[in-house]
């Protein structure tokens, strides 16, 4: 089991950036499969991006394609989701989740650890 802290959130105007950070304390960070995910105000959670153990795969959701990028360091125990040209459609709260099991990286069943989220807000 692993605990999840993420950071970075916030308020921006569209078409800027921002980089959320989810650092992980317990053990092997680097066994667990890592994934952020979002709620948006009135809707369910949906899958944002995915990386693999040791970072080479990363799998993303159409609507981030080319906007974001997930990288993590696992000497750091850390994984980031690097957000550029935002929308208004981005808001939601994001959250950071880890996984041991294998299964579909897309679902949300599949990881085991969640963080308690962050707000991104992004104005038009």
């Known amino acids: 089991q692993v605990q999840l802290v993420e950071s970075g959130g916030g308020l921006v105007q569209a078409g800027g950036s921002l980089n959320l950070s989810c650092v992980a304390s317990?053990?092997?960070?680097?066994?667990?499969?890592m994934a952020w995910f979002r709620r948006a105000p009135g809707k369910e959670r949906e899958f944002v991006a995915t990386?693999?153990?040791?970072?080479?795969?990363?799998d993303y959701s159409d609507s981030v394609k080319g906007r974001f990028t997930v990288s993590r360091d696992n000497a750091k125990n850390t994984v980031h989701l690097q957000m550029d040209s935002l929308k208004p459609e981005d808001t939601a709260v994001y959250y950071c989740?880890?996984?041991?099991?294998?299964?579909?990286?897309?679902?949300?069943?599949?990881?085991?650890?969640w963080g308690q989220g962050i707000q991104v807000i992004v104005s038009s």
């Open positions: 989740a880890a996984g041991l099991r294998g299964g579909n990286r897309l679902d949300g069943r599949t990881y085991d650890d």
């Open positions: 990386i693999s153990r040791g970072g080479g795969i990363t």
């Open positions: 317990g053990e092997f960070f680097s066994s667990h499969i």
